[in-house]
């Protein structure tokens, strides 16, 4: 439950009345799907006790590098959200919102994503959700087209992102083929912001006119539903403090320090290992970096220490390291054990049409629910089956197909959706995020292949 929590204290921070949901007709279906989502994030750790324990296969080494690389992304964020960075930013991404309002079916996703990208986790755009919202019902533009898809690419923008979990997973996963940081965003950067051009364009037009729309207008009549003003003065009046500021500019520094120093290859320390001189690997590059980043916010900040671990971001980061661990361990142990029977079964596939390893990816992670586990679990996988990287790169998008069955970010903007537009669906998976959600993929990854071929 800890997404949905920082989804209403965003919304409650930024001055916008929470919903009450005890009645909400989504609120049994958000517990019972919180309950699944924290059994899958756990349940990795009984797999592996049964897969050793009671049918005796060896257990394959954890993803070590993965997670002490998300641990550090998230130490770091942690830290810009308690220095207040992360407050400033949302200002920003409002005035940005608001400025072009009858762009927001475009605008709020682009917004939503770049929060994203910048910072390497979706759980920040949460307090961005809310603003994207309210300017679609000041402008009449019927909220469910700039909230579905601001969702998606939120989700999404984590491949685009050199801070990420999944980017994290990529960068090991290639890493036997010598493959960069730079190389990898090229790809993903472009073919995600194509995706994202295609899915908004999916949702121009979808649905009636806000003002046509039977449910928006019913809760006008009864009163249920009025526009927000009461804020306007105090947001006019918000200046970002100077330590807010300071945080943003060393964590952008930081940023851009990993991705100039892990794309030239040169600049970084070597050491001879077998007669050949080995450079500093980008995976313990991003770990050293992001924790000295953390140090110079906490100090020239001036962050007090109860602000270090008590965010949402850190909370909600933590649960996705458990994730991580238990179900990348638990498919690790399965596939190494039946490894040769996978390759040989997939071998013909992979050589004649590598393409349908791309289904496998996004089923596996409708199932898993996160992409950065979808990643570390089956990358390595295609990798030793002689998928060539620039085959996996532009499918990486294709490990975003957690949206099928609704989760947080969905659940929650379906409450911060006041007109009713945004919709979960009778039938679970025919929700508001499922045309967007196959669109932007799909595009993604056809943009992706083509882009590969250039960079590779």
Known sequence: MAFVRYAYEGRREHGYPILATAGCSCSRYRYRRAIWRCGSWCGGGLGVCILVLVFGMKPASPPVTVLLIIIAVIACTSVLQGAGGLDFLVRIA?????KKPTAITFVGPLVCSIFVMFCGTAYVAFAVYPVVAEVAAEAKIRPERPMSMSVIA???????SPMSAATAGMIAALSMYNVSILEILAV???AFLIGTFCGCLAVFKRGKELEQDPVFCQRVASGE????HGEKAEKEAYKPSKAEKLGVLIFGLGVALVITLGSFKSLLPAWEEGGKMVPLSTPSLIQMVMLATALMIIVFSKVPSDKFASGSVFRSGLIGVVGVFGISWMTGTFFEAYKPMFIELFQHM?????????????CFSAVIFSPSTTVA???PLGASMGIPPPMLVALYPACCGDFIVPGAGQIGCVSFDRTGTTKLGSYVINHSYLRPGFVMVISAVIAGYGISTIVF
């Open 188 to 190: 993903s950067i472009p």
């Open 94 to 98: 409002e005035k940005l919102l608001r």
């Open 154 to 160: 939120a989700g999404i923008a984590v491949i685009a």
């Open 225 to 228: 539903y009025q526009f927000l």
């Open 350 to 362: 992979v050589q004649s049409t590598p393409m349908l390893f791309g289904v496998v990816l996004f």
């Open 377 to 379: 679990s089956l990358m």
